[in-house]
């Protein structure tokens, strides 16, 4: 399907600032599950479950909404802003979907947005025991001088009753320092198939430019103020030459497409921003400008080192091989991992060991799957995880907590401003609760009943965890002073 068969639409529907307040959203934000009655409200939210947590959280202090709409196998809707400190999570109420915003340490309410409909669910979505995402999900979008959470679903849209439906990817943006009750979005748009199906499987990026829609032949733009700009001209140039970008692994930068090059037969071919800098000008220590693969026998072709493998915010993670072998039969190995200022690719730490690839393609993330856990960082901003892998901004360090002969791979999920790392190890169930500390390097095994944060936020920690008859809770504990 070619780059005009995709069909666009998009809508700005009013600032923040302009928007009503009326008692459309307050009514649906009471009436569900897990918003409170007011923007200075914790009711509703008072701690009543119990878990094991790491010491660093006091297991007294803290709030928690329960999800008891959510299917079983979905996960919960729910996003964490480190420059505002605040929470978003969805609930589900009769007119739709309710974005709540509350202070992470104390559970204060600070915005409810006004209840938004999601797009219908395809038959696959519809389907038991399916890995199809069939609930919204957010994601933040660290934008320019603001922030926003952006809610976005998959599903079916059509114009009226005389169209047919066609598969889309719907958003609203809010912005993560909005006060009131009953929020219109800042803005909201749509990313339409008219051939009634994406043409391959369809990724999700977000980044600070908003979020990018990419299946195979195409990729779109949506800008928080519901803007749709079709990207798919986007030209990043490698080594002076211009590239086909990777649609497994793009994101909308501050200024620009960042994307891989598609390069075919190796994992490499370096990686660059549209109409900005490329990886050969962000070559980590210890790496080699070009790697050698074998395309054919007794041919060796040679290609820029270095491929993106996830990001977080204004950073991205890369992989890079060592260095090229004078052989005919190449294999490359990624030795190297390293941290990248999105804005200029200075590199700011670095691993010596392999980081996975994150998946960003709209479906159920497992979390016991290394590339379905995404990169986080610390609140502030020092820390970075991702897979088994800690690094230090700072002091330009990274850490790879599960190298070594027999080691358990380990699957980091979010760090502390105290540089403590939290995640499981093990393949197999039951998984082990270990943290890492970025001091020492060394991972430690918890308790065996304690549950590791999800999610790290200012003065908090996010735990995602099933209690009772599998009802999916989000607690929120606070650190200890």
Same mark, same amino acid.
């Given at each position: ?24 959203? +307050? ?25 094991? +947590? ?11 909404? *329960? ?51 999601? #797009? ?53 943006? $809010?912005?993560?320092? &909005?006060?009131? *009750? ?52 986007? *030209? ?101 991992? +390293? ?6 690719? *200075? ?8 980081? &996975?690839?994150?998946? $960003? ?21 020092? $820390? ?22 027999? +080691? ?36 430690? #095994? ?36």
């Amino acid at each position: 399907m070619g780059k005009t068969a995709m069909l666009v639409t998009g809508a700005l529907i009013g600032a923040l600032s302009a928007c009503s307040s009326g008692s459309d959203g +307050a009514d649906a934000a009471r009436g569900g599950g897990a918003a409170g009655g007011g923007t200075d409200s914790t009711a509703g939210v008072a701690l009543t479950s119990k878990i094991t +947590a790491p010491d660093a959280f006091d297991s007294g202090k803290g709030w928690e909404v *329960k999800a008891d709409w959510l299917p079983q196998g979905q996960p919960f809707p729910f996003a964490v802003s480190a420059k505002s400190g605040t929470v978003a999570y969805l609930d589900k109420t009769k007119q739709g979907y309710v974005l709540s915003v509350r202070e992470a340490a104390s559970g204060k309410l600070l915005s409810t947005g006004k209840p938004w409909q999601a #797009p219908k669910l395809t038959e696959e979505q519809s389907a038991d025991d399916t890995s199809a995402l069939a609930v919204p999900r957010i994601s933040l979008i660290t934008g320019g001088e603001r922030e926003f959470f952006a809610v976005w679903a998959h599903g079916e849209k059509r114009k009226d009753e005389l169209h047919d439906f066609q598969q889309a990817i719907s958003v609203a943006f $809010y912005p993560a320092d &909005a006060s009131g *009750k009953g929020l219109a979005p800042a803005g909201s748009g749509d990313v339409q198939a008219p051939d009634g199906e994406f043409d391959n499987q369809v990724s999700v990026f977000p980044g600070a430019g908003g979020l990018l829609v990419r299946s195979y032949f195409d990729n779109f733009l949506i800008s928080p103020d519901g803007k749709v700009t079709d990207n798919g001209d986007a *030209k990043v140039r490698i080594g002076g030459q211009s590239v086909d970008g990777d649609y497994d692994m793009a994101f909308p930068g501050r200024d620009g497409l960042v994307t891989n090059n598609k390069h075919e037969g190796t994992g490499e071919g370096g990686f660059g921003v549209d109409g900005g800098w490329d990886s050969a000008k962000a070559i980590p220590p210890g790496a080699e400008a070009v790697v050698e693969f074998d395309p054919v026998v007794n041919s060796v072709e040679q290609v820029p080192n270095g491929h993106i493998v996830g990001a977080a915010g204004d950073l991205l993670i890369a992989g890079w091989g060592k260095g090229r072998k004078e052989s005919s039969a190449v294999t490359v190995s990624e030795d190297i991992s +390293a941290v990248h200022d999105m804005a200029t690719g *200075k590199v700011r730490a670095t691993a010596p060991c392999k980081t &996975a690839s994150t998946s $960003y393609a709209v479906g159920i993330p497992k979390v016991t799957y290394r590339e379905d856990v995404p990169p986080a960082v610390s609140p502030n901003g020092r $820390y970075l995880v991702k897979g088994g892998n800690l690094f230090d901004l700072r002091t330009g360090k990274g850490t790879c907590a599960d190298k070594g002969e027999d +080691a358990k791979e380990i699957i980091l999920s979010s760090v502390g401003d105290d540089g403590t790392a939290y995640g499981t190890a093990g393949e197999d169930a039951p998984r082990i609760p270990v943290s890492v500390s970025a001091a020492t390097g060394a991972a430690k #095994p918890l308790p065996e009943t304690a549950t590791t944060p999800t999610a790290m936020a200012k003065g908090a920690g996010v735990f995602i965890t099933h209690t009772g008859q599998d009802t999916m809770r989000m607690i929120v504990l606070g650190l200890r002073r």
